[in-house]
């Protein structure tokens, strides 16, 4: 089946510093990425979607300026958490379209 | 998109078999209907997918009555490692996803 990764598995980093989070889809060429935002013993938040070649269309309530996204490639999207806080301690996940939505294993950014 | 609504929680016994209900209301004529199961700090793992009538793979089988405003998905024989949270969307294939707050099966001995 299709798989996607996320790399780092985990980060952590100091509080005004920006982390990049990649995402790959592996064996298949993914148009559409998604990213999603889960806190402990929560459901997935949509967070937005990735578009490749063009702007990612934000979920109302997320800040576009926070959170930057880019889908330079068929292959990769990259999350940029601008100027983290401790509230952005959270677990990242992301997914990729073929037929049908497959998630990455996900990234657990901590800011200290 | 199609809101739904399932159990919170469920307990089960190793060698059961488990149905988890999922009510969706409002799915459009367009929606399929996907489960999805999600262990700890993992992503979410597809389970099974279907649009009406019954729909089995080699995991799982999932039910929707004709009115498709709700499914069952069903889990024969579970193991522990069947213990997660199990989550029904319904939307457009290709489509964004809206995770609804997912039922935490619990397995036990």
């Known amino acids: 089946g299709a798989v996607v990764s996320q790399h780092p598995s985990w980060v952590i980093c100091k509080s005004g510093t920006s982390v990049k989070i990649e995402c790959r889809s592996l064996?298949?060429?993914?148009?559409?990425m998604f990213w999603y935002r889960q806190f402990p013993k929560q459901s997935l938040m949509l967070m937005a979607t990735?578009?490749?070649?063009?702007?990612?269309?934000?979920e109302q309530g997320v800040e576009k300026d926070k959170f930057l996204i880019n889908h330079a490639s068929l292959t990769l999207s990259t999350l940029t958490v601008t100027s983290a806080h401790p509230e952005d301690s959270s677990f990242y996940i992301c997914?990729?379209?073929?037929?049908?939505?497959?998630f990455g294993p996900g990234t657990r950014l901590t800011v200290t | 998109l199609a809101k739904t609504t399932q159990p919170i929680s469920m307990d089960s016994y190793e060698g059961q078999e488990v149905n988890i209900t999922c009510s969706h209301n409002?799915?459009?004529?367009?929606?399929?209907i996907t489960w999805y199961q999600q262990f700890p700090s993992q992503g979410p793992r597809f389970i099974i997918q279907?649009?009406?009538t019954k729909v089995t793979n080699e995991v799982a089988s999932l039910f929707i009555p004709a009115d498709r405003k709700s499914s069952t998905l069903s889990l024969p024989r579970v193991s522990l490692s069947d213990t997660a949270v199990y989550y029904c969307?319904?939307?457009?294939?290709?489509?964004?996803?809206?995770f609804g707050q997912g039922t935490e099966l619990s397995v036990k001995p």
């Open positions: 997914s990729a379209l073929e037929v049908g939505q497959y």
């Open positions: 279907g649009y009406k």
């Open positions: 064996d298949f060429q993914a148009t559409t």
């Open positions: 969307l319904g939307g457009k294939e290709g489509g964004k996803l809206i």
């Open positions: 990735s578009n490749e070649g063009s702007k990612a269309t934000y």
């Open positions: 409002n799915i459009a004529t367009n929606d399929y």
